[in-house]
């Protein structure tokens, strides 16, 4: 074994990596981090995530495109004979056009606007089996409903979506070379004409479909249009397909997780990225090397293959402690199943959205599913993961439009609609919502489980009328740095909307005492306004001290006390600072039960000074660890310019770059919004930034050439970037 190039007996695609990849790759990870193997030609094998990072995001040394002598793709290991599929064989700046051409279709607005879609999909797939009381998951969910979805998007017809559900599946499942990827290859054959016929279709007839969006930008020509089109089917369909069967096969064989998330459904949406962090669909990719370089220490040299395992990087101890577990409420903001850099997934949306919705579905309306057998995998592991059968038995359930039966399921999910939505306060929504007739009672301190358009759930404190059992209330602060779920409530629901709830629940019970004395902060008033009216009818002894930013932003501020008078102590922090919490405890009486509910900072105040006093709170966590700030305390207004679209603009210091950015480049990519990704990273051309993020080296923080827009912002007055 050379010092410089350390060699090892490796085959990503062997029958082991099926077996336990994380195994095979942890191996190797402790005895050569970065080694060298003869098979396919010869390559080099990465296993660290910091490696693997930057290998990925340095387009320039590392290249993605076709290259020499070649008509293959070779962005996998070993090259796939197959059509070309821009954006992803190309690097910058020639990827950047297409890039641009495909991200507005695909941004989060976007793809919020198709959850109707993909529900409709998921119900009627799940529909048709339903009543049956077994199924296999992989046959009829996890691959016909991606297909659907996909081809439904881009405007594919409905004869096409079965035809080629099996034929994708076989390509991404097969060993390279084999009987079964030849099989899938001539099973999509007919592919490239369909996509030709949709073109010419749309381009004389535009309906409202991503192709005939497509074909808008009359500057790309009919084959690079399909082009682009083969790779969103072929990133859109079995990808999805295998992250959902992963998660179920796990869900299945551990049932304390999958009653864990029906319990608590809001933890779902930090729990996808943990299951896209352990269950990464892309297992690999690779790279051509355009330069002599090196990596981890070794010498690499011009023209030699690279392979970077994502799941790999997802299990590297270094970044992600106890790798090998799931662990639900892990925080695994920094995973890269959909890649970093400029070639990473622009369906990421897309694909958590089908995600979100078989999940909740499954675990709405069948939970009690078993595996009848074991589950089969995919014959190769090495590109992709996947499973080509999950047999499964459950307690047969009812079609859906026909009455469920909850407490078959022990679960209480209801459709509601939204018979009035009104602003009470700055950036408060009241949300009222109705049912078919009588509602199941509830009591102060409550909260319903709002399963958004999008599949977030949030949880939302009652403030309504108990006696009230035909309508539910709920008020929602938008909040900014949130995690999108007040803001998808705020820009998305309306009156006359439906909505899934779960609940209600009530973890913050109002306990009988003589003496209350109710505390809150901003939005947490929602909770305790029904607490105070439960006191007051039962003719108890209670004040509310309640605390906001300003009056205009305090909801129900007025009405309390315009009715309760003296006992409700309003607190404005613009006119009167912050509560006199020390004085209110020590003139309580020693029986006095305290409740409080509002932000970290008030709850850590009030257990600090509540003394003796029976303290309550409660808090939301929403099922995960809250992002960063994008628009640090001390930020200042500056002036960008976007060289490339001609305009320049003002940047508050109150706004993040990307929102002023999106104002005239719509589809400018991102996603996390916290700076982790290195979805939204931008080329400097003039100026300072100021980094926030959490990709860039020091190195590269240094050189100032590239910037993540969702987070940094600009040391000097001015940036031009490269948009």
Not at 173 to 185: D, H, K, L, N, T
Not at 414 to 429: H, W
Not at 602 to 616: N, P, Q, R, S
Request: aromatic share 6%; glycine share 8%; with cysteine.
């Amino acid at each position: 074994m050379e010092a410089a190039r350390p060699t090892v007996e490796f085959d990503h695609h062997a029958p082991e990596f099926t077996a336990d990849p994380v195994r095979e790759y942890a191996q190797l990870r402790g005895k050569c981090p970065v080694a060298w193997t003869e098979s396919y030609g010869g390559h080099w094998v990465t296993t660290r995530y910091e490696d693997i990072a930057r290998i990925a995001r340095d387009d320039a040394t590392f290249s993605s495109a076709r290259h020499a002598e070649t008509d293959g793709i070779q962005f996998v290991i070993p090259e796939s004979k197959a059509l070309p599929q821009y954006p992803i064989e190309l690097d910058p700046p020639a990827s950047t056009p297409y890039r641009e051409l495909i991200n507005p279709l695909l941004t989060k607005k976007a793809v919020d606007a198709l959850t109707p879609m993909i529900a409709k999909h998921v119900t009627e797939v799940v529909d048709a089996f339903i009543e049956d009381g077994r199924a296999d998951l992989v046959h009829q969910l996890t691959n016909p409903v991606p297909t659907a979805v996909t081809l439904d998007w881009l405007g594919f017809p409905r004869e096409d979506w079965k035809r080629l559900a099996g034929p994708i599946h076989d390509l991404f499942a097969a060993i390279p070379g084999s009987e079964r990827e030849a099989r899938g290859g001539m099973g999509l054959a007919f592919m490239g004409d369909r996509i030709f016929e949709l073109i010419n279709a749309r381009r004389a007839e535009p309906r409202n479909d991503a192709i005939s969006a497509l074909v808008e930008e009359t500057s790309f020509t009919d084959e690079e249009l399909a082009s682009v089109i083969f790779l969103l089917v072929a990133g859109g369909v079995d990808t999805t397909t295998s992250l959902t069967g992963s998660t179920l096969v796990h869900l299945a064989n551990h049932p304390e997780d999958r009653e864990r998330l029906i319990r608590e459904p809001a933890l779902l949406d930090i729990a996808t990225e943990e299951f896209l962090r352990k269950f990464a669909p892309s297992q690999s990719m690779a790279r051509t090397v355009m330069s002599d370089t090196e990596i981890g220490g070794c010498p690499v040299a011009h023209g030699e293959r690279v392979l970077i395992p994502w799941v790999a990087a997802n299990h590297d101890p270094e970044m992600f402690p106890e790798p090998e577990k799931l662990i639900l409420d892990r925080d695994p903001r920094a995973h890269l199943s959909f890649g970093i850099g400029t070639h990473r997934c622009a369906g990421a949306h897309l694909a958590r959205a089908m995600f979100r919705e078989m999940i909740t579905q499954v675990l709405e309306r069948f939970p009690d599913f078993v595996l009848e057998s074991p589950a089969t995998p995919t014959e190769s592991w090495g590109n992709q993961s996947g499973w080509d059968a999950i047999p499964v038995r459950f307690t047969p359930g009812p079609k859906r439009g026909t009455a469920i039966s909850t407490a078959k399921a022990n679960l209480d999910v209801r459709t509601m609609t939204l018979a009035a939505v009104e602003p009470i306060a700055e950036g408060v929504l009241s949300l009222r919502l109705t049912g078919d007739g009588e509602l199941p009672a509830w009591e102060p301190g409550a909260h319903l489980d709002l399963i958004l358009p999008s599949g977030k759930v949030r949880q939302y404190s009652l403030c309504g009328d108990p006696a009230d059992r035909y309508a539910y209330e709920v008020a929602v602060l938008r909040e900014p740095a949130g995690r999108g779920g007040s803001a998808e409530v705020h820009e998305v629901l309306g009156a006359g909307h439906t909505v899934r709830v779960r609940g209600p629940k009530n973890h913050f019970p109002l306990v009988d005492a003589d003496h209350y004395l109710f505390v809150a902060g901003g939005i947490g008033i929602t909770p305790i306004s029904a607490m105070v009216r439960a006191a007051d009818q039962a003719g108890k002894d209670w004040t509310l001290l309640y605390g906001g930013r300003t009056r205009a932003s305090m909801a129900f501020a007025s009405k309390l006390h315009d009715e309760y008078g003296d006992r409700v102590r309003l607190v404005p922090q613009d006119e009167l600072g912050h509560p006199d919490l020390a004085g209110a405890f020590a003139s309580a009486p020693k029986d006095t039960k305290v409740y409080c509910c509002g932000p970290e900072g008030l709850l850590d105040a009030v257990e600090k000074t509540v003394g003796d006093l029976e303290l309550h709170v409660e808090r939301f966590t929403g099922g995960g660890t809250d992002r960063i700030a994008p628009i640090p305390a001390d930020s200042r207004e500056f002036i960008v310019t976007l060289a490339r679209a001609g305009a320049t603009l003002r940047v508050p210091e109150n706004r993040t770059l990307l929102e002023a950015v999106r104002e005239v480049v719509p589809g400018v990519p991102y996603d996390c919004e916290e700076g982790y990704c290195g979805s939204c990273e931008t080329r400097v051309l003039a100026g300072t930034p100021l980094h926030r993020d959490s990709i860039l080296s020091e190195a590269e923080r240094a050189d100032g050439s590239t910037i993540m827009i969702c987070v940094s912002r600009c040391a000097s007055d001015r940036l031009t970037l490269d948009l």
